[in-house]
Every structure is written in structure tokens, then in C-alpha cells.
């Protein structure tokens, strides 16, 4: 009976110390102090003053020390175990193998000093789903009393416990570097994306000798806007891209007409609208990471009140983007020269836009853009996004700029 009842208590206290250790290695710690918990755990369990866990180390060919427990001045001596393949592939799967079985193994001889110097008693190779991924080396008891059956019972669930938690470790890392070299990966594409799409507006804009950088300025001027009403960074991008690629369909129309300096014929003129549907016609077979660019782009020539071009569509056929980007296209148009008329002035582009407010543009979006620019002029807004181009095409319109100008 007595001794019935000490099996029992036993295995209520290994119970127990799963329990804990199940907790330990599931905890949200970082993993040197959960595995160092953990490994607190389990020789407390087994009255063993000294431990070390091991992570393997497949690059270097090591199993590396991730946490001890009684070995301070000895901490550097054991800090790598040196394993070629063929000692893995001799490896018991999670098994507690007493020291002395090792000792004429290759495993043990390239590593006795180590072995030496922890005072290893039990050594159990760790593997998760095949995969060798640590080890647990276990001194000897306090009493020197032997480790039992059930011991090492108890050793299999807790080898297999920390085996799953290294493995786990491992994946969670070799996703989060995959996943930082994707992102980079993605920046880099994303980059030379960008440089060629910006190489595509600067072949538009060559074509044009009137409208040098036209695309830029209107892709910059649509981002202000976007950014100004909330838009997500991922569609920004997107709108700042067809600002760049708008005009894109001009490159087949006849450079003559493009600059022409004076009145177009009912021909040319139909012949110059043509080109946000060729602008569509293009971009439309290219698979953008970008929603609608091909729609932005074929319908910035819309007017609110149905009277733009190709699809006459009206205010509420036409989404935010293209409000936008109709706005910053009319906008540059007015505010640079054109080879059939000289540019307006910013305080005449200002009322321009203003009364034709609710006809060709979104009023709410005029506004937007022109409170934010006198915002930009008064220096409350220190990222200037529009005043930057405007000064380029002509720094002496801006003392002809009145308050009140947007009222």
C-alpha cells in the first residue's frame, strides 16, 4: 500500500510538472526565456541541479546551447556540440539515451570535453515530424539515484513537448525571413515598376513640346488630393500611376496635332479625343498590381454633368478617382502654356475651376484641392505637394493670389 501511494503521488507530481511545462512552452515569452523556464521545469522534476537545451544549428553543422542550468563557468565550453549527418541519422527519436550508450559513439568522441563538462547522465535527440531540431542533456540526479522506467516515460512526452515548440520556432522564423526577403523583394519590383511606368510618362510628355513634365504634375496633384480625403496608402499609388500613364494613348496620335498652335478642325479634334479610349485600349492588357487603372485613365475627360468624353457618363457613373483625376488634369492644362493659348493665372484658374464647379468637376473635390494648396501658400502644411510644381511653371502668379480667392 505504501508503496501504491507513492507511485501515485509520483505521478500526480509528473502530472503536474507536464501541466507546467506544457504552460511554459506555450507561453508568449521570448523563446531563450521560455525554453530557460522550461528546462527549470523539467529539472525540477527529475531533483537534476544541471540542464541544457539545445537548438540544432543546420547551417553550421552545431547544435547550439539555447538555455542551462548549472553550468555558469562553463557556459562557453559547452555552447556548441559539434553533428555531421550520420550522427543525426543514428539519433533515437525523442528517446532518453543514458550517456554510457554514447560513449563509443563518433557523435560522443568529437564532443567529449562537452560531454565532460555538463555531466551528462541522459542525452535525448529532438525531432519534430522527422526533422532533427535540438537535444536535451540531463546531469545527474541529486542522490545519485537512478533514472526509472517511468522517468524516462515522462522524458519521451517532454522531449516530444520541446521538440514541437523548436520546430514550430524554426518554421515561425523561416516565414518571418521569407516574408522580409518577399517584402523586399516586392519594394525592389515595385521600384523598377515605378521607374518604368515614370519612363513611359516622360515618352508621353515628349511628345508634346508645351507639356514637358505634365504627367508628373498631374499624378502629384491627384495624390495630394487622394491623401487629403483619406485614401489608403495601396490606392493612392494606384491613382498616382494612371496620373502617370493618362495620357499614355497620345503617343499614336499625330505629333502635328498635338501641337498645333492654332484652332483644331472638327477632325483633329475628334481625332485628339480618341486617345483616352486608346489609353484604355493599351493599359487594359497589362496586369497592374493596382485596381481600376485602366477606368481612371479612359475616363478622365468625364464631366459631372455628362458632357465629357468617350462615355459622356455623369456625376454619379464616375468614381472618386476619376473626379480627381479629371480635377488635377484640368488644373496642370490651366496653369501651363499650351500651343493655342498662354496659361492662366493662379488666381484665374482658381475661379475657373470654381464655377465650373458641379458641371465639369466635383465640387467637394475642387474645394479639397484648393484649400489644401492655400494651406501649402499660408505654411501650415509643411509636406508641400502642389506649390513645389507651381513655382516651377511660374513663381510670380503667386503675389497675384488673394485671400478669399477659394470663397
Known sequence: MPDRKLRLKRMMFNIASLVDLGQEVSSSKDLSDKMKSALYVVSGTFS????????????????RLLADKGHKDRTRQVSRLKVLAGHIRKFPVNEPHPVRELAKSPFYKLNSGAFTALQVRIFIPLFAKDEFVG????????????????????LRVIAHQLAITLHNTRLFRELARKAA??????????HIYQDTIQAFAAAIDAKDEYTKNHSFRVASYAV?????????????????????????????????????????????TSEIKKHPQISYNILSKIKFPWKNIE????????????????????????????RILALADAFDAMTTDR?????????????????????QFDEHIAR?????????????????????????????AFPALKPGANS
Open 224 to 268: 495630394a488630393i487622394a491623401r487629403e480625403l483619406g485614401w489608403k496608402k495601396n490606392d493612392v499609388e494606384g491613382l498616382y500611376v494612371a496620373g502617370l500613364l493618362h495620357d499614355i494613348g497620345k503617343i499614336i496620335i499625330d505629333r502635328e496635332i498635338i501641337n498645333k498652335g492654332e484652332a483644331l478642325t472638327g477632325l483633329e
Open 368 to 396: 479639397t484641392f484648393f484649400n489644401l494648396l492655400l494651406r501649402e501658400l499660408s505654411g501650415e502644411v509643411r509636406d508641400l505637394q502642389i506649390l513645389p510644381h507651381l513655382r516651377q511653371n511660374d513663381p510670380s
Open 339 to 359: 500651343p493655342y493659348r498662354h496659361k492662366l493665372g493662379l488666381d484665374e484658374a482658381f475661379r475657373e475651376v470654381l464655377s465650373c464647379s458641379g458641371t
Open 48 to 63: 537534476v541541479p544541471s540542464a541544457s537545451l539545445y537548438a540544432y544549428d543546420g547551417k553550421r553543422k552545431c547544435l
Open 135 to 154: 537535444a536535451l542533456a540531463l546531469g545527474k540526479k541529486i542522490g545519485r539515484t537512478p533514472f526509472r522506467s517511468s522517468d524516462k516515460d515522462i
Open 181 to 190: 526577403e518577399n517584402k523586399k523583394l516586392y519594394e525592389n519590383m515595385r
Open 295 to 322: 477606368h481612371l485613365v479612359r475616363h478622365h475627360h468625364e464631366r459631372m454633368d455628362g458632357k465629357g468624353y468617350p462615355d459622356s457618363l455623369c456625376a454619379t457613373e464616375l468614381s472618386e478617382g476619376v
